[in-house]
């Protein structure tokens, strides 16, 4: 299969979202809403991705696994098991709750699900910054006063970021988005949130969003200080590793092209800035720019031609 398999995004509406999908990556957005989250890639009951145009053009993503999982994920992937990764746009126009995902151990006993995931800063406001993990030192009994003092900004980690840099946010560690990030999230197939503190605000129903204290408390990792992004650089590399997946960063120059073999893994292939060509596809010439999320289906040989200088994120090691 030489097709790569393209999604129809699906919008989220969010109270800290906005309409930087329409001005930095092109997208034509519902009207009047303010969209925080496009899910690019999903197989879940209560949100399937579409397949745009192709072979597969107009099936659920779940659908196409079911019936031609050898083909699209390998030959030993179970034809009843949802596909493992969720890609997500993230636009960040003001802070984002601070919140944990359960580790696995007590995921299980929270009747939740784990949820590691990466941040990729596509785009910044002057003055962006990321929470991530706690202030050096910080213990849970300081934590839980400054929760009940509404003081709580003072034990966690804030940091500025730029374009280009990139985080892991692992299940049990504390994190918030601060305002003007514009972030690609690539993350385990779950939608397990615990929010522990909104900042005193309400929700799209004027009402103060529903926060899981408990659940947090028992999820966060007490011992995760001050953790470090990987700054943004100018070559390829590992961003994150772990056992539900591998994203490395690939930068291109002009001309310079990118080659996957036929029948080694399927692998999901992002562009966030430049644009790359695909010959000889029964669709011609596929050209993908920034913003595109595709996934490569196990069996196919894919060789793509960067159009121009581009940097693209290529996850992997997903289908076990």
């Known amino acids: 299969m030489k ?3 393209r999604f129809q995004p699906l919008y989220q509406e969010r109270v800290w979202g906005g309409r930087a999908f329409a001005s930095a990556l092109g997208r034509a957005l519902p009207a009047e ?3 925080g989250e496009s899910w690019e890639i999903v197989d879940r009951a209560e949100a399937q991705s579409l397949v745009r145009g192709g072979v597969f053009g107009g099936s659920p993503l779940r659908a196409v696994i079911e019936k031609n999982g050898a083909e699209v994920m390998g030959p030993d992937y179970p034809a009843k098991k949802p596909f493992p990764v969720l890609v997500k746009w993230l636009d960040c126009r003001e802070r984002l709750s601070l919140q944990v995902h359960p580790p696995v151990a007590v995921a299980a006993e929270l009747q939740g699900e784990p949820k590691t995931e990466n941040w990729y800063i596509a785009e910044t406001s002057p003055g962006a910054h990321l929470i991530v993990g706690l202030k ?3 213990t849970r009994a300081q934590f839980e006063k400054a929760l009940a003092d509404n ?6 980690h804030r940091f500025p970021v730029a374009p280009g840099d990139s985080i892991f946010v692992e299940s049990g560690r504390l994190h918030a988005i601060d305002s003007g990030n514009l972030i690609l999230e690539i993350q385990q ?3 397990t949130t615990y929010r522990v503190y909104d900042w005193g605000r309400v929700g799209l129903d004027g009402k103060p969003r529903k926060l899981h204290v408990e659940q947090s408390l028992k999820s966060i990792k007490w011992d995760d200080f001050e953790p470090a992004p990987m700054r943004g650089a100018p070559t390829s590399g590992v961003l994150a590793e772990c056992s539900d997946f591998l994203i490395r960063r690939v930068v291109l120059d002009r001309g310079e092209k990118l080659h996957f073999p036929a029948n080694e893994q399927p ?3 992002s562009v966030v800035s430049g644009s790359l060509v695909q010959h000889g596809t029964s669709r011609g010439a596929e050209i993908l720019t920034r913003g595109d999320n595709v996934l490569l289906p196990y069996s196919g040989a894919f ?4 159009f121009e200088a581009a940097i693209l994120l290529v996850t992997e090691n997903f289908n076990h």
């Not at 003081?151 to 966690?156: A, G, I, N, S």
């Not at 060789?303 to 960067?306: I, N």
């Open 151 to 156: 003081t709580l900004e003072q034990c966690v």
């Open 189 to 191: 197939n779950s939608d």
């Open 33 to 35: 809403k303010l969209i």
């Open 3 to 5: 097709e790569v398999i």
């Open 267 to 269: 692998r999901i292939l």
């Open 303 to 306: 060789t793509f031609d960067a």
């Open 136 to 138: 050096r030192g910080v």
